[in-house]
């Protein structure tokens, strides 16, 4: 199947307005339209050896006498058909055929911008416009590609062809040239909403949540994970840590968020004075009620598991655990590390993890600090 080699069927106004056509894009850097475009068989076998349409602008004539004549018969049909319909269709689509064949996208745009502002009321002016955009981006003129395929989805009914949408195709490629994250809140909410057995909803809801982060907008950033968690395991391109991310955002957003410090400093005071006291039971009640690890250093991020399993009690008694006077080197303004020992004779060593939380949803709690994790063993 092939967006530009396929009879036109019939047509209708509205949601389901379609015609046997398919957009088909491939991604090699920036996306590009793959076209496979077949000459429909007979065309112009009655018009051979007919001379020059007398109306035929000459801009579109090309310098190959084979490609000239093939041009020359499609014009005359072209002529002699009626404004807008099918047949009208198929012929404007060998004419595009030839054009591109050429490279000639100069002549391709010219003839179908014109085309469509001759008769705005064609019904398949969303195609020749997607075409256009198409051609546009073959110049690497992405920007005014973009402005076209904006165009044909605000403005056309969408045409549905052998199952494939344009205004779908429209998206994804306006997902991919465009940097505006409102715009992308709004490009994702078309494509749940319009196309979601044509889409993965994991991705798009990820994605979406991503865009509401850049706009700011953390209400709606929030809803679109929470949408995202019953997806979990979906493989989102450049998020390899995609369920986590959401997962952690999600929950620490579900939480009373009370085990939080004003600093970094006020929470190693609390933390080494229950080491001090060998208060298992405080030393607990300090740690993150949500997201909190517990690993070795050579563990992915993403696996969490650990703490809620055993107990500190079972570590701590009848061993007096020790800290170093300062966080570790490897500090920073945001993460903290503090080494401690004497846990057990398997793993005498733990680092005990702070991180300041990351939060704009809640002033409040944003720029806190909270014991995140621990990490088993000497760090490297």
């Given at each position: 199947m092939d967006l530009f080699n396929k009879p036109p069927g019939k047509t209708s106004r509205g949601t389901g307005f379609s015609f046997n056509c398919k957009a088909v894009f491939s991604k090699p850097g920036i996306l590009k339209m793959s076209l496979i475009i077949g000459f429909c068989a007979g065309l112009t076998l009655g018009c051979a050896g007919r001379a020059k349409p007398a109306g035929m602008d000459p801009y579109y004539s090309v310098r190959s006498p084979e490609y000239q004549e093939t041009l020359d018969n499609l014009f005359m049909l072209l002529e002699g058909e009626g404004q807008t319909g099918e047949?009208?269709?198929?012929?404007?689509?060998?004419?595009?055929?030839?054009?591109?064949?050429?490279?000639?996208?100069?002549r391709l745009i010219n003839f179908l911008t014109s085309r469509t502002s001759k008769f705005p009321e064609d019904p398949y002016n969303a195609y020749y416009l997607l075409m256009t955009a198409y051609a546009f981006m073959q110049q690497e003129a992405y920007p005014v590609a973009a402005l076209y395929f904006n165009l044909v989805i605000k403005n056309y009914p969408d045409l549905t062809i052998m199952g494939q949408s344009i205004h779908l195709a429209c998206f994804n490629q306006l997902i991919a040239l465009t940097d505006n994250p409102e715009q992308h809140v709004w490009y994702y909410e078309e494509l749940i909403s319009r196309f979601p057995d044509k889409i993965d909803l994991g991705v798009a809801y990820f994605m979406q949540g991503q865009a509401y982060e850049q706009t700011g907008d953390w209400n709606g950033a929030i809803q679109a994970y929470t949408r995202y968690l019953s997806y979990m395991g979906t493989i989102v391109p450049g998020f390899p840590n995609a369920d986590s991310y959401a997962k952690q955002i999600v929950d620490f957003n579900n939480s009373r968020k009370d085990w939080t410090f004003e600093s970094v400093n006020a929470l190693v005071r609390a933390i080494t004075a229950a080491l001090d006291a060998g208060s298992s039971a405080r030393l607990?009640?300090?740690?993150?009620?949500?997201?909190?690890?517990?690993?070795?250093?050579?563990?992915?991020d993403a696996d969490n598991a650990g703490m809620a399993e055993f107990n500190l009690t079972d570590f701590m008694r009848g061993?007096?655990?020790?800290?170093a006077e300062k966080l570790d080197a490897g500090s920073n303004a945001n993460e903290a590390y503090l080494r401690t020992w004497g846990w057990s004779q398997y793993i005498s060593i733990w680092y005990l993890y702070f991180r300041k939380i990351y939060f704009p949803p809640d002033p409040d709690i944003h720029g806190r600090w909270e014991w995140a994790g621990v990490y088993y063993g000497e760090k490297f």
């Amino acid at each position: 199947m092939d967006l530009f080699n396929k009879p036109p069927g019939k047509t209708s106004r509205g949601t389901g307005f379609s015609f046997n056509c398919k957009a088909v894009f491939s991604k090699p850097g920036i996306l590009k339209m793959s076209l496979i475009i077949g000459f429909c068989a007979g065309l112009t076998l009655g018009c051979a050896g007919r001379a020059k349409p007398a109306g035929m602008d000459p801009y579109y004539s090309v310098r190959s006498p084979e490609y000239q004549e093939t041009l020359d018969n499609l014009f005359m049909l072209l002529e002699g058909e009626g404004q807008t319909g099918e047949e009208q269709f198929a012929i404007i689509r060998e004419i595009a055929n030839v054009y591109l064949k050429i490279k000639d996208y100069g002549r391709l745009i010219n003839f179908l911008t014109s085309r469509t502002s001759k008769f705005p009321e064609d019904p398949y002016n969303a195609y020749y416009l997607l075409m256009t955009a198409y051609a546009f981006m073959q110049q690497e003129a992405y920007p005014v590609a973009a402005l076209y395929f904006n165009l044909v989805i605000k403005n056309y009914p969408d045409l549905t062809i052998m199952g494939q949408s344009i205004h779908l195709a429209c998206f994804n490629q306006l997902i991919a040239l465009t940097d505006n994250p409102e715009q992308h809140v709004w490009y994702y909410e078309e494509l749940i909403s319009r196309f979601p057995d044509k889409i993965d909803l994991g991705v798009a809801y990820f994605m979406q949540g991503q865009a509401y982060e850049q706009t700011g907008d953390w209400n709606g950033a929030i809803q679109a994970y929470t949408r995202y968690l019953s997806y979990m395991g979906t493989i989102v391109p450049g998020f390899p840590n995609a369920d986590s991310y959401a997962k952690q955002i999600v929950d620490f957003n579900n939480s009373r968020k009370d085990w939080t410090f004003e600093s970094v400093n006020a929470l190693v005071r609390a933390i080494t004075a229950a080491l001090d006291a060998g208060s298992s039971a405080r030393l607990w009640q300090y740690r993150a009620k949500v997201n909190f690890f517990a690993r070795s250093w050579e563990q992915e991020d993403a696996d969490n598991a650990g703490m809620a399993e055993f107990n500190l009690t079972d570590f701590m008694r009848g061993n007096r655990i020790r800290y170093a006077e300062k966080l570790d080197a490897g500090s920073n303004a945001n993460e903290a590390y503090l080494r401690t020992w004497g846990w057990s004779q398997y793993i005498s060593i733990w680092y005990l993890y702070f991180r300041k939380i990351y939060f704009p949803p809640d002033p409040d709690i944003h720029g806190r600090w909270e014991w995140a994790g621990v990490y088993y063993g000497e760090k490297f």
